[in-house]
């Protein structure tokens, strides 16, 4: 009966031996770690040197690397499948010197407001308040005139109603006067009578009736009594 662990060490050798081997990989790793260095370096003017020998390192990886490619996964119907591709973790680029002091004083521009922008605001200000002054005394001015013209035609119009009024007093008198005094027996006066009671001078109003016709019939009578 033959050995088990002895027929995965010659599938192991086999496979090691098929399998080419890349010498052209590079890390990318290890390849942006040393350019990350190489950039400090340059920042604080120091020697490549201080920060150790990323060559070995990356042939390390490099080495590494072809042997975890060299296992390769053998199904049963005889094809075989590579392992899946090496990626890289994630990595955050660290902020620079200079983009450091940059990115600060750019705060200090934002927050620090030039001098010019300082005396157009106060002054802007103080005009917003002046005419928000004048408005106010020109709203209080108004609300006086309006005040005093409302009191004036009421004024006017009370006055107005109160003449009215007596003419209207005075007019009723004479009529009722005139109702009371005797009817004159005088043929043709009739007509001069009934022009008195007449308005021969109305004022144009549409709402009525015309009775223009009426009264010019009426003011004929009066001059050109009918004669029996």
């Known amino acids: 009966m033959s050995d088990p662990f002895e027929a995965f060490e010659s599938a192991l050798n086999l496979n090691s031996e098929s ?3 890349n ?6 790793a290890a390849e942006f770690l040393a350019q990350q260095q190489a950039e400090m370096a340059k920042i604080e003017n120091t020697g490549f040197d201080a920060f150790g020998d990323f060559n070995a390192v990356a042939s390390t990886k490099n080495e590494n690397a072809v042997l975890s490619s060299g296992f390769e996964e053998e199904d049963p119907f005889g094809t075989v499948t590579s392992a899946a591709p090496f990626q890289p973790a994630q990595t955050f680029d660290e902020p ?3 983009d450091l002091y940059s990115a600060i004083s750019s705060v200090d521009k934002l927050t620090n407001e030039p001098e010019t922008m300082k005396i157009w605001r106060e002054e802007q200000k103080k005009r917003l308040e002046t005419k928000d002054a004048e408005e106010e005394l020109k709203r209080k001015e108004w609300k006086e005139t309006a005040r005093k013209e409302l009191d004036d035609w009421y004024k006017n119009r009370k006055e107005q109603l109160e003449k009215k009024h007596a003419d209207n007093k005075v007019s009723n008198k004479a009529a009722e006067a005139e109702l009371a005094a005797p009817r004159d027996t005088e043929p043709g006066k009739e007509w001069e009578k009934v022009g008195k009671l007449t308005d021969f001078n109305p004022k144009a ?5 015309d009775v223009s016709r009426m009264r010019s019939i009426l003011l004929q009578l009066k001059q050109q009594p009918l004669v029996r």
């Open 96 to 98: 620079k010197n200079n």
């Open 23 to 28: 010498n052209d990989f590079v890390d990318p």
């Open 19 to 21: 399998a080419p081997v």
């Open 205 to 209: 109003n549409k709402n009525v009736r």
